[in-house]
T-cell receptor, first 115, second 111 residues
Framework: DVKVTQSSRYLVKRTGEKVFLECVQD?????MFWYRQDPGLGLRLIYF???????EKGDIPEGYSVSREKKERFSLILESASTNQTSMYLC??????????????FGPGTRLTVL | DAKTTQPPSMDCAEGRAANLPCNHS???????VYWYRQIHSQGPQYIIH???NNETNEMASLIITEDRKSSTLILPHATLRDTAVYYC????????????FGTGTRLQVFP
């Protein structure tokens, strides 16, 4: 089974701190994604990557950056955390290729609270 | 990618069929319809997808209207474990697999 793991289920940080959220997938997937989920807003795409060292902005990239140095790992970075970044963060991966069913596999999520 | 419209919530009795509608009136010819669901405190999970033919798998059936402007996800015998938020997503099958999630339908299955 595909497994997508995230470094923490719950995280509490202070305003201004630099925050790293780590995601690892074990199925040699090309594509990886970071979403945030907020009540009433659904899932919103922050960044995605379709290859090592490649990244593209999603719908809400402001205040975030990403790093993909290895194929299996995709990191989301909050350079200076703010309270409006309190949210559930979800990582996903997919196999890529121009197929119709590149199902995205999601991790369990990290609930980040910024105080 | 085309926009989708879903009712915010639905109820269904356990053992009955749950029919979840989705409108996608601006869908274009090369866009697929995908369904995902998210059980509380978990990440979303893929259910099924289709282009224009009806599809069935072990989890659900997908019925797409002939004009492709709407679709229905059918859970034939809903169980309590099917209580979740169901997302209907329309997208072109491309290399980057970007999905745009709406707010979905919260399905409550009751005993």
């Amino acid at each position: 089974d595909v497994k997508v793991t995230q470094s923490s289920r719950y995280l509490v940080k202070r305003t201004g701190e630099k925050v790293f959220l780590e995601c690892v997938q074990d199925m040699d997937h090309e594509n990886m994604f970071w979403y945030r989920q907020d009540p009433g807003l659904g899932l919103r795409l922050i960044y995605f990557s379709y290859d090592v060292k490649m990244k593209e902005k999603g719908d809400i990239p402001e205040g975030y950056s990403v790093s993909r140095e290895k194929k299996e790992r995709f990191s989301l970075i909050l350079e200076s955390a703010s309270t409006n970044q309190t949210s559930m963060y979800l990582c996903a991966s997919s196999s890529g290729g121009a197929g119709e069913n590149n199902e995205q596999f999601f991790g369990p999520g990290t609930r980040l609270t910024v105080l | 990618d085309a926009k989708t419209t879903q009712p915010p919530s639905m109820d269904c009795a356990e053992g009955r069929a749950a029919n979840l509608p989705c409108n996608h009136s601006t869908i274009s010819g090369n866009e697929y319809v995908y369904w995902y669901r998210q059980i509380h405190s978990q990440g979303p999970q893929y259910i099924i997808h289709g282009l224009k033919n009806n599809e069935t798998n072990e989890m659900a059936s997908l019925i797409i209207t002939e004009d492709r402007k709407s679709s229905t996800l059918i859970l034939p015998h809903a169980t309590l474990r099917d209580t979740a938020v169901y997302y209907c997503i329309v997208r072109v099958a491309t290399n980057t697999d970007k999905l745009i999630f709406g707010t979905g339908t919260r399905l409550q299955v009751f005993p």
